[in-house]
Every structure is written in C-alpha cells, then in structure tokens.
C-alpha cells in the first residue's frame, strides 16, 4: 500500500455522541463492500447514514442511535446499487 492508496475523508462533527455509533458505522463500511462499493466509496457512504441517523436520533431526544428513519432505510436498502 503506498500513499496514493491513502484517502481523507473529512466530515462535519455533530454535536452528539450516542451508544452504537462505531458498530453502526463499521456495520455500514463492511455493508458497502460487501455491496460491492470501492472503500473510499463505502466510507463516504457510511458516513452520510451515520449523520443521517445520529441526526434523525438528536431530532428525538433518543439516548441511542435510531435507524427507523425512511431516508435512511431506503438508502441502507439500495446500498451499492447506485
């Protein structure tokens, strides 16, 4: 592996740390392979879902990550088919 194997992916920090984040987006990266996405492409997209969900859980006052928003149903449900 040499330095142009190497990607950054910065993200906006959310102002919330919540229990099962890590496996949530563990979960999601290895999803993403699985899938078939590149990592790179499957870290991007871990990283939105995750957002996405820690958000959505802020949104409800709940102590833990909450995946039963649509949006991100949906996007779990046609990960790597886009």
Do not use: N
């Not at 592996?1 to 990607?7: A, I, R, V, Y």
């Not at 699985?34 to 820690?54: D, N, S, V």
């Amino acid at each position: 592996m040499g330095p142009e194997d190497l990607s950054r992916h910065p993200t906006k920090r959310l102002p919330i740390a919540l229990p099962g984040t890590g496996d949530l987006f563990a979960g999601l990266v290895v999803a993403g392979i699985g899938r078939g996405l590149a990592l790179p492409r499957a870290i991007e997209t871990a990283q939105t879902l995750t957002a996405r969900a820690l958000s959505h859980a802020e949104a409800l006052g709940a102590g833990e990550v909450v995946l039963s928003e649509p949006e991100f149903r949906r996007a779990l449900l046609s990960l790597g088919s886009g």
